[in-house]
């Protein structure tokens, strides 16, 4: 079976032509024309053709297609770190691989914490410094009050 075409990205705008705007892929094929004609809004509003800068608008839009496709798991598998662990075959494994560089069944559970976690917070309430103070504070409280009789 053949690969299917790729149309890789940066996508741009190019004006094609006065009352055209033309998307291309990297390899500058038109995936898209966007087509405007500024003479005639300027006889009625809610005509049936875009005005220049909304077509330049559109086509915008159309290239951040390839960003928002990217967003989605596996649309790139096929360019994935592959993990490369010896397989009982003796190939390398082509799984794709996770952050520490193997693949869910090679690279172990997890590939660790994420940075800046928070829920390995230290906020230091249970030093031995903070319960103690904590310990001496309430006997001083619990000393002012027998002193006073309440
Ligand atoms: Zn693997």
């Given at each position: 079976m053949a690969?299917?075409?790729r149309f890789p990205p940066p996508w741009t705008v190019e004006r094609a032509h006065e009352d055209t705007f033309a998307v291309k892929d990297a390899n500058g094929i038109v995936l898209a024309t966007v087509h405007c004609r500024d003479d005639l809004q300027k006889w009625s509003f809610g005509h049936s053709k875009l005005s220049s800068?909304?077509?330049r608008r559109i086509a915008k839009a159309?290239?951040?297609?390839?960003?928002?496709?990217?967003?989605r798991r596996?649309?790139?598998m096929h360019r994935a770190k592959r993990?490369?662990?010896?397989t009982r075959s003796g190939k390398p494994?082509?799984?794709?691989?996770m952050a520490n560089g193997r693949c869910r069944m090679h690279g172990g559970p997890s590939p660790g914490a994420p940075?800046?976690?928070?829920?390995?917070f230290k906020?230091?309430?249970h030093t031995r410094e903070a319960i103690a103070h904590r310990k001496a504070f309430s006997l001083l409280i619990q000393a002012g009050r027998n002193a006073v009789n309440l």
């Open positions: 690969e299917p075409r800068e909304e077509a159309i290239t951040r297609i390839p960003e928002f496709m990217m967003q596996g649309f790139y993990c490369g662990a010896k494994c082509q799984s794709p691989a940075k800046g976690n928070q829920n390995a906020h230091g309430r």
